[in-house]
């Protein structure tokens, strides 16, 4: 008798998401998986991100928190569809709970899908929900230690985005230093230096963005 063994939680989840990734291509959708730690500034990014790009780009926007609605509510304001997933504790996002979102959104009225996901820098690495590639914030009031104590999500990361650099004059932070080892762990990390406040390189973000989304659309 033959028993089947699903082998661990991320296969089995590694499965659904490779499910969502069909779905979504079929769609025609990019999609990011958006990670950093609490308050490293996932919302005010995605903020930014809209009301740069929203005129030429149709984005939807699926939050991740363990409690409340409150960033999907600023998200909301942007005039753009957006989706709470309330973890009720999980400290990540998985394949499965993207699923749940799918009759939410009209996706053959969107282009780009970001989900932020729940503020944490350790395990949301390591689950797929069907995402094109994962980003990653790191501001730089976290310390120029990050990579080389949470590696895995750089290695992870298509995209470094080093964030509230208007802090740098009150902050011992090195970036030189943060974007050396981010690069030891992952050769190909595309790093942008922004700050969510000042609006500093926030448009040599989006419009990288705005090309790979671009890419991504054979119909364009
Ligand atoms: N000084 C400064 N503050 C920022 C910047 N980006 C975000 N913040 C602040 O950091 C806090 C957390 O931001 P939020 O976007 O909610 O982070 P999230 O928890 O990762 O979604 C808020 O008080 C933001 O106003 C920045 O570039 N500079
Ligand atoms: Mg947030
Ligand atoms: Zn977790």
Redesign the pocket.
Known sequence: MKIPIVRNILEANDRIAQENRKFFDKNDITVLNLMSSPGAG??SLLERTIDALKKDIRIGVI?G?IQSSH?AERIARKGIPAVQINTGGACHLDGNMIRETFSEFRFDELDLLIV?NV?NLVCPAEFKMGEDFKIMILSITEGDDKPTKYPLMFRESRVLLVNKIDLLPYVDCSIEKIKKDALHINPHLIIFEISCKTGEGIQTWTDWLKGEVKLNKNTW
């Open positions: 996932k919302t939050e928190d960033d932020e503020g």
